[in-house]
């Protein structure tokens, strides 16, 4: 069992900055696959950012040019590190990684971005 715990969400005013951070209980340091979603009330969960194999990171276009992921492989961290935030961005953040054929998802953290 993996456990990928979020942390770093708040309240922050339009065109501020917030950064995400995800620790996972095991080892990323294999780890392809990879990344961050998000939810927003009465919508479905969206792919924010995700790794895939290679260096390509793969964005959303919504958050392209503003939202910049990154992994710490000493300290199994993922990072979204979030510019110019919108109230459209406003929602669940969540990370998730695929280690073999099992999908582990955090339990989500609250960013809220006021106008």
């Known amino acids: 069992q993996v456990q990928l715990v979020e942390s770093g969400g708040g309240l922050v005013q339009a065109g501020g900055s917030l950064r995400l951070s995800c620790a996972a209980s095991?080892?990323?340091?294999?780890?392809?696959?990879m990344g961050w979603y998000r939810q927003a009330p009465g919508k479905e969960r969206e792919l924010v950012a995700t790794?895939?194999?290679?260096?390509?990171?793969i964005y959303a276009a919504s958050v392209k040019g503003r939202f910049t992921f990154s992994r710490d492989n000493a300290k199994n961290t993922l990072y979204l590190q979030m510019n110019s935030l919108k109230p459209e961005d406003t929602a669940v953040y969540y990370c998730a990684a695929a280690y073999g054929s099992s999908f582990y998802w955090g339990q989500g953290t609250q960013v809220t971005v006021s106008s």
């Open positions: 790794t895939t194999t290679g260096p390509r990171i």
């Open positions: 095991k080892s990323i340091f294999s780890i392809n696959t």
